[in-house]
């Protein structure tokens, strides 16, 4: 059973950074593809970004293209998201995703679906972690 805990959000104000943590616990053997997805009020979840296990590769939204970074640390199995330049409109609950394990590479097809249209579906869920962009 995989589990996440997401930390770092909090109260920026515009033009400022945070980095965002996933904790995750209870990998095995296998691919995953991990994402991070945030719900804004009122509006349907969004892909924010992916990495894929197999090949390390990133994707983003082209709303967070330039400005957000993801990268993993698997010593700590901890995948990051570090977010600069924030705008008001990235105010939302931001959640850790994982999909997987599998064996083939499922997880680079999750990791691109994510930032398509509609949102594949992942097995686990963080709890999420609130990050409100406001002077």
């Known amino acids: 059973q995989v589990q996440l805990v997401e930390s770092g959000g909090g109260l920026v104000q515009p033009g400022g950074s945070l980095r965002l943590s996933c904790a995750a616990s209870g990998f095995t053997r296998g691919n995953y593809a991990i994402g991070w997805i945030r719900q804004a009020p009122g509006k349907e979840r969004e892909g924010v970004s992916c990495?894929?296990?197999?090949?390390?590769?990133?994707h983003y939204a082209d709303s967070v293209k330039g400005r957000f970074t993801i990268s993993r640390d698997n010593a700590k199995n901890t995948v990051y998201l570090q977010m600069n330049s924030l705008k008001p409109e990235d105010t939302a609950v931001y959640y850790c995703a994982v999909r997987g394990p599998s064996a083939d590479l499922m997880d680079q097809r999750v990791c691109r679906i994510t930032l398509g249209p509609v949102l594949p579906e992942y097995d686990y869920w963080g709890q999420g972690t609130q990050v409100t962009v406001s002077s």
């Open positions: 990495i894929s296990s197999s090949d390390g590769s990133t």
